[in-house]
DNA sequence: TATTATTTAGTAACCGGTTACATTAATGAT
DNA sequence: ATCATTAATGTAACCGGTTACTAAATAATA
C-alpha cells in the first residue's frame, strides 16, 4: 500500500541505496542527485517504514515506560516530563501501565524485550517484594538500560531517581518542633514499603534531634489510603493527651486527616497543627493553607529520562557505574505547621 | 545478541519454518515435533523479535493514543480505559502527549503511521480549529483506522465516543431550576469550543424549557481555567440584582467559583447554589458536597478501544459507515443545587 | 595523456521473522 | 505390494529498509 524505497528508486532513476543515503542524510550523494531524490520522495509521499528500518539497524526509536498507576498524578506527572524530554530527542514512548502489579509488570517487561525498545524508564509495581528471584533475572536481564523513577528494587542496583523521604519528612517534623509543638502524632504509611519506612524515620529524626521522646500511642499506621488516614485521625482525637500536630505521611491521608479534622469542628492550625507529605494542588483552591512537603514530580521524569539519554551515550564503553540520583523533597510552609496558644 | 529462529532451529534439527509454526500455534504440526521445538526454545529462551513479525506480517500489536494532555485527569481516565482492554488484546500503546498543539499532533500521526500501528485512538488538541486543510488531510490519509474521544474534529465524520454536553448541562440547569431557582447565571467556558458552545446552548435551552427568559448578564464568557471561574464569580456578585445560582462549565471553573464564595463567606447553597460541569473527586473530601454532572471518563476509554477493535474485525469488507456514541452525562445531585429561602 | 586518488553510485547480502510452494513421509485403498 | 491421499516438513522468496563492498565516474597528479 504504502510507497516503499524500490518504487522511489525506480522512479528517481536510482538505486535505493542512494535513497537511503539522502532520507539518512548521510554519506556523501551528490547535490545534484539529492535534490532530485528528495522531489521525488515529496512528489510520492513516500516516508521509510520505521519497522523495516528498526529490524536493519536493530535499533529502535522507542522506549518503554512503565507505572504502576496512570491515575496516580505523580506518575501522571513523571510521564510528562519523560514525554517532553523523550520527544526533543525524536524517542517514542511506548506506555504500559501495570495496575500496581508484579505479574503484569512482568509481562509488560518481556513485551518491550521483544519489541526491542532502546531503554525503560519504570516504577515498580511493589517495592515490598522480599526477594523474588525470578522478578529480578528479568529485570537484570532485560540487557536494555533500565532508570527506576520514585519507587527502588530490593536487592538490585539500577539507575534511578528518587526523593530522599527521610529528609522531606524530618523537615516537616522539623518545621513543627521550631514552632513550639512537642506533642506531635504521626500517620505512617505502611512500613512494608521503602517510602513509608523512610518517612515514618524522617519523623523519629526529626523528634530525636529535637530532644523530643517519641510516644508510642503518637505513632499510628495507616496504608496510604484516604480512609486509613481519616479512622486513624479520629482515634488520634480520642487520645486522652492529645498531640497538638500530626504530621501526615502522604497525600491521600492528608486529606482523610483533614476531613475527620474538620466533621468534627477542628481547625487547622488553631485545634491541631498539619504538616503532610506530597503536595496537593487542590488544597489552595479551598483556601486551605496546609504546609507540605512536595516531590519535584515533573523533574524526576525529566531527569530520569536524561540518564536513560546518557545510557545510551554510553553504551559502547559499557558498564559504567549506575548512577542513582536522590532529590530533596522541599518543605512548603503555609502556616498550618504554627503552634497556636490559646487562652 | 538475543536468540534468532535459526539458532533455534539449528538446535532442534529442523527448519525455521517449523518453529514458526510452532510460535504461531498454527498449522500442522507433528505433536512430538513440536514438544521437542518447544523445550528447545525454552532452553535457549528464545523469544520472537517481535519488528522482524511486524515487518513480515505487515503488520504490528501497536496502537497510538494521542492526548492533548496526560494530566487532565480526563484523560488520564481515557487511557486507563482503554489500556486495559488494549491489555486483554494483547495490543501495545504507544503514547504522544501533544501538549494541546494541533504542530505536534501532526508530528504525532506521522510518526505513528511511521510505525505501521494499527489503530489511533485520538483527543485531538484542538477542536477550535476552522477548516484546516492540511490537518484534515493528514488526518484523513492516515490510511489506519481512528477513533476520536471526547473531542471531535470538525468538518470530519471519524468514529468517536463524545459526551452529550448538552443534555447534561441542561439536566444541571434543571435541577436548578426544579428547585425554584430562578434567576440563574451561568459561567461558561470558551465558545470557539464545542464543548463550550454546547454546554452553554445547555443552559439555554433548560432555561426556555424552564419558561425563564435569559438574561444578558447573567451570562460570563470563562475560558476553562480556574482564574476565570474566580474573576467571574467575583464579577457576578458585584451585580445589583444578584442570581441565586450559578452553573459553572467545567471543573476548574468550578473550583474558581467556590474559591470565590468561600473567600466572600458565601455559603453553598444557602447564599448561593451551585451545579457544576465534570465531577472533582476530593470535593466530597473536603464534605463540599456540590452537585456535578459527570463524565463516564473510564468508561468512554474502554468504548473507544471496543470500537477500534471492531474497526479491526471488519477491515476486510471495508468502509463500514462510522460509528459515533454520544454518551450522556450523569447528573449526581449533592444538594448544592437546593434553593434556600432565607427570611 | 596516462595514471592514480577521490567521489559518487550500484550490487547484493543481511536484519529475523512468515509463508507459498515443493518435497518427503506416513497412511489408506486396492 | 503399489499407487493415491493426506500429513508433516523443508526451501527459499519476501517484508522494506541498511550497509559493506564493488564499480564507475570524476578530479587530481605526473
Chains 1, 2 share one sequence.
Do not use: W
Amino acid at each position: 500500500m504504502a510507497v516503499t524505497i524500490r518504487q522511489v528508486a525506480k522512479r528517481a532513476g536510482v538505486s535505493c541505496a542512494t535513497i537511503s543515503r539522502v532520507i539518512n542524510n548521510s554519506d556523501t550523494v551528490k547535490p545534484k542527485t539529492r535534490d532530485h531524490v528528495i522531489k521525488i520522495i515529496k512528489e510520492m509521499g513516500y516516508a521509510p517504514n520505521e519497522v523495516a528500518r528498526s529490524l536493519s539497524k536493530n535499533e529502535t526509536k522507542t522506549i518503554g515506560v512503565v507505572v504502576p498507576d496512570i491515575n496516580n498524578p505523580f506518575f501522571g506527572d513523571v510521564i510528562k516530563g519523560v514525554s517532553m524530554l523523550a520527544d526533543e530527542h525524536n524517542l517514542n514512548i511506548l506506555l504500559c501501565d501495570t495496575n500496581e502489579d508484579t505479574e503484569k509488570e512482568k509481562n509488560s517487561l518481556r513485551m518491550l524485550k521483544d519489541h526491542r525498545i532502546r531503554g525503560i524508564i519504570i516504577g515498580p509495581a511493589s517495592d515490598n517484594n522480599e526477594f523474588n528471584g525470578e522478578y529480578l533475572s528479568i529485570l537484570e536481564n532485560l540487557g536494555i538500560p533500565i532508570v527506576l523513577v520514585g519507587r527502588d528494587v530490593k536487592y538490585s542496583n539500577f539507575d534511578g531517581v528518587f526523593i530522599d523521604n527521610v529528609q522531606g519528612a524530618s523537615d516537616g517534623v522539623t518545621a513543627l518542633i521550631q514552632n513550639g509543638h512537642k506533642k506531635i502524632a504521626v500517620i505512617a504509611g505502611s512500613t512494608d514499603s521503602k517510602p513509608g519506612r523512610d518517612r515514618l524515620g524522617g519523623y523519629m529524626k526529626a523528634m530525636a534531634m529535637g530532644g523530643l521522646t517519641v510516644r508510642e500511642d503518637y505513632i499510628l499506621h495507616g496504608n496510604f489510603k484516604l480512609e486509613s488516614g481519616y479512622e486513624l485521625t479520629c482515634q488520634l482525637l480520642e487520645i486522652e493527651d492529645r498531640p497538638t500536630a500530626i504530621f501526615t505521611c502522604n497525600n491521600m491521608m492528608t486529606l482523610g486527616c483533614i476531613k475527620a479534622l474538620s466533621e468534627q469542628g477542628l481547625k487547622i492550625p488553631e485545634d491541631m497543627a498539619l504538616v503532610g507529605f506530597d503536595e496537593i494542588e487542590l488544597l489552595e483552591i479551598f483556601n486551605m493553607q496546609i504546609t507540605v512537603i512536595a516531590r519535584p514530580t515533573f523533574e524526576m521524569g525529566r531527569i530520569a529520562m536524561e540518564m536513560l539519554l546518557e545510557r545510551f551515550d554510553k553504551r559502547e564503553n559499557q558498564g559504567s557505574a549506575t548512577k542513582r540520583i536522590t532529590l530533596n523533597a522541599e518543605l512548603k510552609c503555609k502556616g498550618s505547621e504554627r503552634f497556636v496558644h490559646r487562652d
